[in-house]
């Protein structure tokens, strides 16, 4: 809902430096700013959510899904408008390629469609009869009530659209905080959501986490938790509310994908799909490559042609023609990367493509760097999400050592195998499928499709994402049961 706001305000610079024409000298863009909320306005929204909810009896949550399905089509139409817009605020907020911030939102689009095309055969199927043991029972899909939405900064539309569509779709109100990072491109779409649903349905929430949302959790008032981002703040927020135990969430969270790279692999295969896994978007995908594991017969062989494939790499502005490695969203990662390295160097770790620019760092850039031959004692690289263009690579002897990697990595959302030996690929299928969500064969790591089932296990994800099984997470069975008399 729109409030009046007279400050504080935050500003928001983009990570891309610009030149003075005065002085020469680079200083930040300043792209906008945005409200400071407070718990005041976080307890405005929920009022706003739980009064368009109405126990289910809100106009929304009352409409026909044919109802739904067409405001949301409306939406559809004036989200396309702004399009320009949003593609331009992705670029300059979060440094995607000009490219790539067009896919995001073309793919934003394409799910929404993807969804209520989705609704549309559940819908038929949903309002169903079942007769058993004398008692007669009409089974349909309600909506929880209040959902709150937050998606994190490196698909800032995409995925924080993976939840909130859906939720709506099935009749919740939701209330959304846009990402710390990606936060000024919502506001072209803001008037849309006003005109295509009705008051109180949506409700954005700006500012700092800490401000707005430990009072939204320890109201007690939100039904659902759908949450895309780290496992550090999502844990953090559930403990807040009363009921931490049944809250009901479905999140998306912490990756370490690894890749395995067998001595029978095809390694101009390998490198292509290890390049693509490891530096697009800066590495800054939750299923990018985190690690490589590469058979020690394969691993010179496989390492040369690696850091040939990744000098090709075009470092630049986002809206160069054909750039893969931009500047970092984050304005601490420099620096967080600078200490990966020094920590690899102090372990035995090598910058093997240091000859072509690996391990440089100016401002926010980082140039694609590669560490071989990795080890558990560098504990940043090894164990951590480093979200960023670097990668260590560990040789094996013995596939037991990946499978072992994975086996105890807390964290389990995708791996990626690549083998040309079907024992060996159906081998580590046996040993992987109950430790990760996905396993990819000779290909990277990575969401899409997006009406594949999206999840992953350990602290990875909790529930399953995708343009169909979001409308499952997002709704729970209504039944009313009658005795056959
Ligand atoms: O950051 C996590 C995203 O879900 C990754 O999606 O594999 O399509 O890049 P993607």
């Known amino acids: 809902e729109f409030i009046e706001w007279e400050g ?28 400071i909320c407070t718990t005041k306005e976080s307890d405005l929204a929920l009022k706003s959510a739980l009064k368009a909810f109405n126990g289910g009896r809100g106009e929304w949550p ?4 044919s109802q739904r399905i067409s405001a949301m089509e409306n939406f559809i139409v004036k989200m396309v408008e702004q399009r320009e817009k949003v593609v331009k605020l992705l670029v300059w907020e979060i440094c995607k390629s000009y ?38 029972a009409q089974v349909k899909k309600s909506p ?13 539309l995409n995925e924080t659209f993976a939840t909130l569509i859906p939720a709506l779709l099935m009749g919740n109100t939701v209330l959304f905080k846009p990402p710390r990072r990606g936060t000024l491109l919502f506001e072209p779409l803001l008037n849309a959501f006003k005109e295509c649903f009705p008051k109180g349905v949506i409700n ?24 895309i981002g780290s496992s550090k703040v999502v844990n953090g927020m559930i403990k807040e509310h009363p009921n931490a135990n049944s809250l009901h969430s479905v999140l998306g969270l912490d990756a370490k994908n690894a890749a395995i790279i067998d001595k029978t692999a095809d390694i101009d295969l390998a490198v292509k799909e290890a390049v693509l896994g490891s530096f697009s978007f800066n590495g800054q995908r939750c299923t990018a ?14 390492n040369k042609k690696f850091t040939q494939e990744i000098s090709k790499l075009k470092v630049g502005m986002p809206w160069e023609e054909n750039v893969t490695i931009t500047p970092l969203a984050e304005p601490d990662k420099p620096q967080y990367v600078q200490k990966c390295i020094d920590e690899a160097l102090q372990n035995k770790g090598e910058i093997i493509n240091k000859e072509n620019g690996g391990g440089q760092i100016l401002n926010s850039l980082v140039s694609p760097t590669v560490i071989y031959p990795a ?33 105890n990595s807390t964290k389990g959302q995708q791996a990626a195998i690549f083998s040309n030996d079907e024992d060996t690929v159906s081998y580590l299928v046996d040993a992987l499928c109950c430790q990760v969500g996905r396993i990819n064969i000779n290909a990277q ?3 899409g499709p997006d009406t594949l089932p999206f999840n992953g296990r350990k602290n990875s994800a909790l529930g399953t994402l995708s343009t169909i099984d979001a409308l499952y997470a997002l709704s729970i069975d209504s039944v009313v049961a009658t005795k056959d008399t």
Not at 62 to 65: A, H, L, R, T, Y
């Open 8 to 35: 504080p305000f935050q500003e928001v610079y983009s990570p891309i430096y610009t030149r003075s024409s005065s002085t020469d000298e680079l200083i930040k863009t300043k792209l906008g700013s945005y409200p």
């Open 375 to 407: 080890n558990e004692k560098m504990n940043l690289l090894y164990n951590n999400e480093q979200f960023a263009p670097i990668i260590p690579i560990v040789p094996f002897d013995d596939l037991e050592s990946p499978i072992s990697y994975i086996t």
């Open 62 to 65: 009352s409409m026909s899904v």
């Open 144 to 156: 929880y009530g209040v959902v709150l939405c937050m998606g994190p900064y490196n698909y800032p």
């Open 99 to 136: 490219k790539d911030s067009e896919k995001e939102f073309d793919r934003t689009v394409d799910a929404i469609k993807c969804s209520i095309e989705a609704l549309k055969e559940l819908d038929i199927n949903s309002s169903r009869t079942k007769a058993d043991e004398g008692v007669v």
């Open 204 to 227: 954005t929430l700006y500012g700092r986490g800490k401000d707005v949302i430990p009072a939204l959790m320890q109201s007690g008032k939100i039904n659902v938790l759908a949450f």
């Open 445 to 447: 790591c990575q969401r």
């Open 289 to 302: 490559l985190k690690i490589i594991f590469v058979h020690s017969s394969v691993a010179d062989e496989f």
